[in-house]
């Protein structure tokens, strides 16, 4: 299957790795993550990139239950990444450490029996305003900041994570990676190249957010109250 190049995005390198479709899941750059792999063909693919340079594509199936996913199965936009530590378990799994790397656009599959292995180019981030953008990353930054100190499951760590990342589309992802978003959601992120739109759409989400968890606060407060009268 030949996919359809995405008009008005710009594409850099192109390059043919052995893939590895992805259940309940979106790898974004910067993100580092621990994978389970079972299924012999996935196996296949991380044996392919474990004897070469490592390196490999990460793409969502559509739907999840999908136990042997075909061409039509996977999202064509993913993440070009680098396997950082494999272990085989005696079950005959897999653990795999991955960082996702670059965002690239799937071109093509490629006939292999063992593996699915597909000719990917590298989506490039559109030209930005820089002035724009810099008022978008504090303000993003800033309310991260409120939310994480309202939902008690973002480590403490990660505010200053957060508010030590210079490059906007690094802060788009690694914060696309800590929210709890649908998997639509962040397939939509991924395949967006142009940072100021994700940079609105997560400030958006996550003030959305402190609303609602400022609302529970007040509620849990109000029948704390009650229950002690």
């Known amino acids: 299957m030949i996919f359809k190049k995405t008009e008005g995005t710009r594409r850099g390198e192109q390059q043919k790795l052995a893939l590895l ?27 392919h990139a474990m004897a070469t340079d490592r390196t490999i594509f990460l793409s969502a199936q559509k739907q999840a239950k999908t136990d042997e996913p075909g ?17 085989r ?3 005959g799994t897999v653990k795999v450490l991955v960082e996702g790397r670059k965002r690239a656009r799937l071109d093509r599959f490629e006939p292999e029996e063992e ?10 981030e559109e030209d930005i305003d820089p002035v724009e953008v810099e008022a978008l990353v504090r303000s993003t ?15 403490p760590e990660m505010s200053v994570t957060v508010s ?27 395949e967006n190249t142009d940072t100021r739109k994700r940079l609105e759409t997560l400030y958006s989400y996550i003030r959305s957010e402190i609303e609602i968890l400022e609302v529970q606060k007040k509620i849990r407060s109000r029948v704390k109250k009650q229950m002690e009268k």
């Open 141 to 155: 930054k800033t309310t991260f900041e409120a939310y994480a100190g309202l939902e008690k499951k973002i480590p």
């Open 71 to 87: 061409e039509e199965d996977i999202h064509p936009v993913g993440t070009i990444s680098h396997i950082m530590q494999l272990l």
């Open 115 to 124: 593996h699915f292995s597909v000719t990917v180019t590298e989506l490039i």
């Open 164 to 190: 030590e990342i210079e490059e906007p589309g690094k802060l788009t992802d690694v914060l696309a990676a800590q929210l709890n978003l649908k998997l639509t959601e962040k397939q939509e992120l991924l």
């Open 89 to 91: 378990l005696p079950d």
């Open 21 to 47: 479709p992805l259940r309940d899941i979106v790898v974004f750059p910067h993100m580092v993550i621990p994978l389970f792999v079972g299924r012999e063909r996935s196996i296949s693919a991380l044996n």
